[in-house]
Nanobody, 118 residues
């Protein structure tokens, strides 16, 4: 069974940085796409960054220039993804979720809380 596990969340002051990690276990394939989403109570889950198997990336306008998504190319399946978050703002406070897509199968992590204090 494929599982995604996020880590690296926590409490940080505005202007600070955090690095989230997401590691997959139980897979024998490389995800076609991996991404990071975030969600605050009462709002829909928001896509903030994605990375393809070839390394192409895309970002939501709200995080462009501040967040960087990357994959661990040292691993054979490249199923570890990171989100480097710099210049954090209070509005970045949310639960952050990792997603992996393989063909039509979508996998989610359990989420990690990021709280940015002003």
């Amino acid at each position: 069974q494929v599982q995604l596990v996020e880590s690296g969340g926590g409490l940080v002051q505005a202007g600070g940085s955090l690095r989230l990690s997401c590691a997959a276990s139980g897979s024998t394939f490389s995800f076609n796409v991996m991404g990071w989403y975030r969600q605050v109570p009462g709002k829909q889950r928001e896509l903030i960054a994605i990375i393809g198997s070839g390394g192409s990336t895309d970002y939501a306008d709200s995080v462009k220039g501040r967040f960087t998504i990357s994959r661990d190319n040292a691993k054979s399946t490249k199923n570890t993804v990171y989100l480097q978050m710099n210049s954090l703002k209070p509005e970045d406070t949310a639960v952050y979720y990792c997603q992996g897509i393989y063909i039509t199968n979508v996998y989610w992590g359990q989420g990690t809380q990021v709280t940015v204090s002003s």
